[in-house]
């Protein structure tokens, strides 16, 4: 499927959706994380479908199977609205969202902008500035990551010959962006919000956890054992039985 957001300059964000609506519980979400897409989510999707929820998955602007628009800078803002936007077109007042990284900075963006559309937020490995993140280069797994993401992009985008003009957004966007303060978080509804990362972490610093737990007091925080930045592939039982308790609870 695929949706023209109205509110900003095309882009066409491809979605699907599973499950049935539930009036006992909000539908979720998935964001990704930069680079990624949607099909990352498998594993939780299978899960959480056989749960009673409403799922709906999404490749962000420029990512997976959607289009962008090259001329039009990608940031978090222009992101969390076309996913406000996606909203709007399924006519849904709320919802909660699962993001991963980059997905999880625009999952707290949402949350921080838009509250009323939010119900709860499970942030895992998000950062709050840029200078939280770390010398991703010298990582083998992340550096298998971003090879991933070169082949999946050649298969699933409509402009597969433009991988290097979409990373170097990427890449710009990670540099200057999000900059958020304290101030910031006081919008968001923290009694619904879990801020996560695994313990072997190797793209964000966990003092970027730890900061916005600080922030967001009554919020949840999570420290996922013995995985990293891709602990929902690593560990995809502990990461949808952590998230199963936060989203299935009442």
């Known amino acids: 499927m695929a949706l023209i957001a109205s509110n900003s300059k095309p882009p066409g964000l491809w979605y699907d959706t599973f499950g049935s609506s539930n009036s006992h519980r909000s539908p979720i979400i998935f ?7 949607s099909d990352y989510f498998g594993q939780q999707v299978r899960f959480f479908e056989g749960k009673g929820f409403k799922i709906i998955t999404v490749d962000s602007r420029g990512h997976g199977r959607s289009t962008t628009d090259f ?7 222009l992101m969390s609205d076309d996913f406000v936007a996606l909203l709007d077109h399924l006519k849904i007042p709320k919802a909660s969202f ?19 559309r939010v119900d709860k937020v499970f942030a895992f490995a998000a950062n709050y500035n840029p200078s939280g993140v770390m010398d991703t280069t010298v990582s083998p797994v992340f550096n298998t990551y971003v090879n991933r993401t ?11 010959d433009r991988y290097e003009e979409f990373l170097n957004q990427i890449v710009q966007m990670w540099q ?17 919000v879990w801020i996560v990362d695994g313990d072997h972490e190797e793209a964000v610093y966990r003092s970027q956890q730890d900061d916005m737990a600080r ?14 930045h891709f602990a929902f592939i690593q560990d995809p039982d502990t990461f949808n039985a952590m998230l199963w308790n936060f989203l299935g609870r009442d």
Not at 98 to 116: C, E, F, Q, R, T
Not at 176 to 192: A, D, K, L, R, V
């Open 150 to 160: 070169i082949a999946e992009y050649g298969r699933l985008s409509p402009h597969p």
């Open 176 to 192: 200057e962006q999000p900059n958020w303060t304290e101030s910031f978080f006081s919008t968001i509804n923290e009694m619904n």
């Open 31 to 37: 964001l990704h994380g930069g680079l990624a897409n």
């Open 71 to 77: 001329t039009i800078p990608i940031g978090y803002d």
């Open 98 to 116: 699962v993001g991963w990284s980059d997905g999880a900075i625009n999952a707290l963006n949402i949350a921080a902008k838009h509250p009323d």
């Open 215 to 228: 922030w967001l007091p009554d919020a949840g925080q999570l420290l996922l054992p013995q995985v990293s």
